[in-house]
């Protein structure tokens, strides 16, 4: 939503400034120039990019216009962890099976949707658990493990963003080879009437102005948006990653989620009395 009202307001500052200056938004209406860049980009785009990374965009941007992670969602995290914590402790690895090896039907997964929609969340919690059943991997080692897997997925979602990036960054460049073919247009109409020189003059303009307005007011800050959202991401990823090294080191279940909790950003870290009273109820449920 905020990505459209930025947007928005990009899109409303330049044009009531320029009308205000006394232009014609007409005038700006010059859809050949904005084919030349946007082709480009495009093509420029499949060239220097594998397939995957193609798709990693498009899937982030999905990701991003959906918004991030609230504080419920962590509540909800941290709770989810407190379950599985209790029956492991409880039941053992005969009571843990079906939900490690079967996420999607296990019925304490099934209660947080936030959680069971991110399959790398999934992955990585229901992977670490298995190491940690196990028992043949010591602390230190286990977080070794754990920030292995992290780094892995990070460097992969950051691939996307880094290509947008790049992408934005040569816009620029390409609204001025727009600019030039326009000028090359124009000096082939040179003994035209002046009016005509001049609207061929000013649709290669517009193409230097598209290409520095895509990159700096759209495509630049949507790369730093999935940025963001990577950031978000990691974060829910470490925030388990110390719930479960806490938990492998025998700290109690409630306990393990308390480290989880304290490791969150303010605006989506629940208190600890709101912390205290999800996995009470969590407990009644059982």
Known sequence: MFIFVGAAIVLGGVLV????EGGQVMALNQPMELLIIGGAALGALIIATPLPVIKGIFSQIRGVLGGGYAKKDYLDLLVMMFEIFNVARRDGLVGLENHI?????SEIFQRYPTFLKNRMAVAFFADTMRVIISGAV???D???LMDSDIEAMHEEEARP?????ATADSLPGLGIVAAVLGVVITMASIDGPPEEIGHKIAAALVGTFLGILGCYGFVGPLAASLKHRISENRQYIVCMKHALLSFNKGVAGVI?????RRTLYAEVR??????????????RRR
């Open 256 to 260: 393990a989620v308390e480290f989880a």
């Open 101 to 105: 090896e079967h996420p999607e039907d």
């Open 138 to 140: 010591q602390p230190h």
């Open 161 to 165: 963003s880094g290509t947008l990036s």
């Open 17 to 20: 400034g320029f009308v205000l």
């Open 142 to 144: 286990l977080e070794d």
């Open 270 to 283: 629940p208190d600890f009395l709101e912390l205290e009273a999800a996995c009470n109820e969590a407990k």
